[in-house]
């Protein structure tokens, strides 16, 4: 066991995080990567403000941060990984054993220990840090000419790629997004590149809808417009496949509504624990109706699409900002008025 005293972003309760030292510990089969650049996730900022995200409730300090890439600095001979490689780094530690992994299906194991997550306890350290260890089936190497901001994207990429799976075959579909944060617009990019013809998208705030628009939706929308969406419920709902990436209550029971019979609902936004669900609507639509949950093979699928330039990032990389600067960095990716995706570099 070899171990190393490094800086990291450490949250030890609701508005506490600062940058602090920190024991990284690995083992001989383990890479030890030396962290470049991370992106701020919704779940950081709901550990920041509210101290839990959805019900993963923290209980001891812990280290941010689960969409990160790299260098890496130390590797084991048989995992063909070398020193001075840029990889990207997938937070998923999946057990390995189970029926969920032995099936494909890693994201549904009960065991996932994800990086920077509160779901267990002790909780799993995330890599906001200066160096992270990780077993070589996390990193995922990607061509040195890309560049970093772009790269940094490949995990909430990955839950968008999964996403559109789950909605199956999009080619010529009619696509509803709803919440235009990062997961929704890298939705709406997903969708395009995997051949839906006409996007819609909705958001409360304009900055918002105008960032949908920039990633390619074809239309967006105010969803307290009804002379608009009152338009969405005609023939029984007009879009085929509709993705709910906002978690907020009245999206979540439009959507039933808006899409047409025998249509598709992605459920990827968190929150609203409690819903006043129609049901009955559902039922005689013929609905189908999944959740989305992180992502499985995608991960690496999101590296080789951003790398190749198939989806184009950077209109939703509002700042970047040094690990030093942590709190503030938080304090900005929290504010959808001011920022959408905001980045660290350590
Ligand atoms: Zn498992």
């Excluded at 190393?4 to 510990?25: F, L, M, R």
């Excluded at 999964?162 to 909605?167: G, M, N, Y």
């Excluded at 978690?247 to 609902?265: C, D, E, K, N, S």
Aim: aromatic content about 6%.
């Amino acid at each position: 066991m070899q171990q190393k005293q490094v800086n990291a972003v450490v949250i030890t309760q609701a508005h506490e995080v600062s940058c602090q030292p920190h024991k990284v510990v690995w083992e001989a089969d383990q890479v030890l990567v030396k962290v470049e650049r991370g992106g701020i996730c919704g779940s950081d900022i709901h550990y920041f403000l509210h101290g839990r995200a959805g019900m993963s409730v923290l209980k001891a300090p812990m280290v941010l941060g689960h969409e990160l890439i790299g260098r890496v600095e130390q590797a084991p001979a048989e995992s063909g990984l070398h020193a001075g490689q840029l990889v990207a780094i997938n937070p998923s530690q999946p057990c390995r054993r189970c029926t969920f992994c032995l099936e494909g299906q890693p994201n549904l194991c009960r065991a996932m220990r994800f990086m920077g997550s509160a779901q267990f306890f002790p909780h799993v350290n995330g890599g906001f840090a200066e160096y992270v260890a990780v077993p070589p089936e996390q990193c995922v190497p990607y061509d040195p000419q890309a560049d970093a901001r772009v790269m940094a994207f490949a995990e909430p990429l990955a839950v968008c790629i999964h996403a559109i799976r789950q909605a199956g075959d999009l080619v010529g579909k009619k696509v509803l997004v709803t919440g235009a944060g990062p997961i929704g617009c890298l939705v709406i990019a997903a969708a395009l590149a995997a051949g839906a013809a006409h996007i819609t998208a909705t958001d409360l705030s304009e900055r918002c809808r105008a960032l949908a628009l920039e990633m390619g939706a074809h239309a967006v929308a105010d969803p307290r417009d009804e002379a608009l969406t009152a338009e969405w419920t005609e023939n029984g709902g007009v879009f085929d496949a509709s993705f709910e990436a906002s978690g907020a209550p009245a999206a979540i029971a439009a959507l039933v509504a808006y899409t047409r019979p025998g249509g598709t609902l992605i459920q990827l936004g968190m929150g609203a624990p409690e819903i006043n669900y129609p049901v009955g609507s559902l039922l005689v639509k013929e609905l189908a109706l999944k959740g989305s949950f992180r992502f499985n093979g995608e991960f690496e699928t999101a590296v080789r699409w951003l790398e190749s330039a198939r989806i184009n990032p950077l209109p939703l990389l509002s700042a970047e900002m040094p690990m030093q600067e942590a709190a503030e960095a938080l304090v900005l990716a929290a504010d959808k008025g001011r920022a959408a995706k905001v980045q660290l570099t350590f």
